[in-house]
Every structure is written in C-alpha cells, then in structure tokens.
C-alpha cells in the first residue's frame, strides 16, 4: 500500500506546514484516498477547513460486480476496501466541500450514507485548455509514435484502456475486420495507434489493445505503446491524426480526461462507450454522429449489429473523414477556466462555512 509507506511522512510535512503559516483551506485531490483522513485531523488540530476531490470512487463495487481482477490483485484491493469501507464515513462528514469528476459518484455516495445531501457532491470533470493545442501544434515529439505524413490513414487513441474497454475494442476491431474483407484496398492503408495505455513505468507495462486486436484478426494494422506519453506530446498526435477514436469503459461512471482535449482538437471523432457516459452525452450533443452507445452485458448478436454499423457509418461512408463544427464555443464550461470558475466557487462558499 502506498498509503502505509507514505502516509506518515506526508503528514509530518502537511502539519509543519499548517502550524508555520495560515491557511484558509486545504484542498486534498488524489486517487490515494486515505490522505482524506488527514482532512478531520487537521480540521480538529488547525481549525482549517477541508474540501475532497473524488477522481474515482473510493468505496467501489465495480470489480466485484463485473468478476474483473481488480488493480493490484484481489488480496490488496480488498484491504483496500476493507480501510475505505471504515474511513470514508467520517472523512466525508466534516468536508466542507467536496467535488467529484462523475455526477454518479453524489448519488451513490448518498446511498450508502443517509445523512449525506447528494447535492453537496458538486460535479466538476476534466477539463481542457484550447490555449494547449497552440503550444502543441508548434511541438514535435523527440521519438514521435505514429509517422504521420507516410501515405496512410491514422486513426490515434491516447489515454488509459483497461479489460473495462474489451467490448468497445472489440466492436471497433470487428467493424474494421469486416471492412478489411470487404474493402482492403482501403483499409490496408489505416493504421490504430493506441498511446498511453497503462500506468505501469518500463518495463511493466500491460498491453491492452493488442490482444483484443490479436483476438480479431487486425493486429498487423494496430501499434500499442502502454507507456505514458508527456502532455503535449500527447496533444500532437490529437491534433496531427486523420481521426480519434474514443473506447469507452463498461462502467457507466468512469469519466475519462481525454474527452475535452479530443473535442477541443476539432479531428473527426468516433465514440464507442456506455450508452450512460458523459463522453457519449457530450459527443452527440455537438452533433457528432458517429457516436454509438451500448448497455452492460448486451448480448453477442447486438455487438454483431453495432459493429456492422460502426463499419457501415465509419469506415464505409467515411466517417472518419467528417470533422466537427471549428466552433467550441459551447464547450467554455467545460474548459479549465470554466472549471477554475466553479472550483473557485465552492472554495470561497467552503471557507464561508
């Protein structure tokens, strides 16, 4: 557990810190959720009051739910559970704010805990700065991953996958798979570049991509670097690609990071994801329609269908070739200053609790 080797250390330095200065608020935004349990401490040591920032849920029941193997193995994550289970109760109550990145995690949390208003959770997802994809689009990679500029079609996919993905890449995969059949020509000239999709440092990293491509037929057209990627490095080959692709989670709550700077970077976008996510939702609302939703557990001929239609729509129409309206004027809320607006907010309305 990071927290057992860390926790004590970042105390000591949070509470020299503290009793040496003044401070209004403490602001705790991090998936290593037992350092919310200095929030009550210091509430009661220094009178500073707290606010949480939920980026995944800290109680969670997804892995069970779904038989998937959870991070870490299961002996870890059900210790992990087993101190959530006891410490987020008392960590909540004496918040003065708290923030979550999915408008489920209010409700759920009010679920589990009656005397919690689900209201006071405030949803605040990632964000995106426009202002990046200037800066990006005058910087070159030092190892650039996809070569753009060969004569073939590259569709780019930055961010983190997961065996939560394997039924948004499969149909992807299959759709292409039938397309290949049916159009090679064509299609032998796409290429899938997945960037950025696992945490581990080198040379841990996991595969994910390449085996449900493996699984399909289509790997020989898709690369997979698991590796983390700088920031604007990344924003390049958002804005540089022929288009972007967007597989989304079996899990109706995850909100991922990526889909503001996806929307930002104006490329032709195709979204596979739960027909519940903030990423559809946001997607069809600008008008993009190769945007397809599908619900959890949805039966082997029903993916059959979709695929088809992903090929149909995508790749045999041209989808891909179809770039959103230049306008992200609709977007402001969700920009990072627009998110800097409402954190601000809830700060000041904390610090006048």
């Not at 810190?17 to 959720?33: C, N, P, S």
């Not at 998937?68 to 002996?75: A, E, I, Y």
């Not at 064509?186 to 990293?205: E, K, N, V």
């Not at 739960?274 to 990423?279: E, Y």
Request: charged share 25%.
């Amino acid at each position: 557990s990071l927290w057992l080797r860390c926790g004590r250390a970042l105390r000591r330095a949070g509470e020299r810190i503290l009793a040496r200065e003044k401070f209004d608020l403490v602001f705790f935004t991090t998936t290593q959720f037992d350092a919310f349990t200095l929030g009550p401490l210091w509430l009661r040591r220094f009178g500073v009051p707290y606010v949480l920032d939920y980026q995944d849920p800290w109680v969670n029941d997804y892995y069970a739910r779904n038989g998937v193997r959870p991070p870490g193995g299961r002996m870890k994550y059900w210790f992990s559970q087993y101190t959530a289970r006891r410490r987020e109760p008392a960590a909540l109550r004496g918040a003065a704010g708290v923030v979550a990145v999915s408008s489920s995690y209010g409700p759920d949390m009010a679920a589990r805990y009656p005397d919690l208003d689900a209201a006071r959770v405030r949803h605040i997802p990632f964000g995106a700065s426009a202002a990046d994809f200037d800066a990006a689009r005058r910087h070159s990679p030092a190892r650039p991953l996809v070569p753009f500029g060969d004569g073939r079609t590259h569709f780019v996919y930055a961010g983190r996958c997961g065996p939560d993905m394997n039924l948004s890449l499969t149909m992807l995969f299959r759709a292409f798979r039938r397309h290949l059949e049916l159009a090679p020509e064509d299609a032998g000239r796409m290429r899938f570049h997945f960037i950025g999709t696992d945490y581990a440092p080198p040379p841990l990293g996991r595969y994910w991509a390449m085996p449900v491509a493996e699984r399909e037929g289509v790997a020989e057209h898709v690369s997979e670097h698991c590796y983390r990627v700088p920031y604007f490095d990344t924003l390049h080959y958002l804005s540089k690609a022929d288009a972007l692709i967007v597989v989304g989670s079996n899990d109706p709550t995850y909100s991922a990071s990526k889909i503001f700077p996806y929307l930002l970077a104006r490329r032709p976008l195709l979204t596979i994801a739960h027909q519940a996510s903030l990423m559809l939702r946001l997607t069809k609302a600008r008008g993009l329609d190769c945007s397809y939703g599908f619900e959890l557990g949805i039966p082997e001929p029903e993916v059959i269908s979709m695929s088809e239609v992903i090929r149909r729509e995508w790749f045999e129409r041209e989808g891909w070739r179809r770039a959103p309206a230049a306008d992200v004027s609709d977007l402001a809320e969700h920009t990072a200053e627009g998110m800097t607006d409402r954190l601000v907010e809830i700060f000041d309305q904390a610090r006048a609790r």
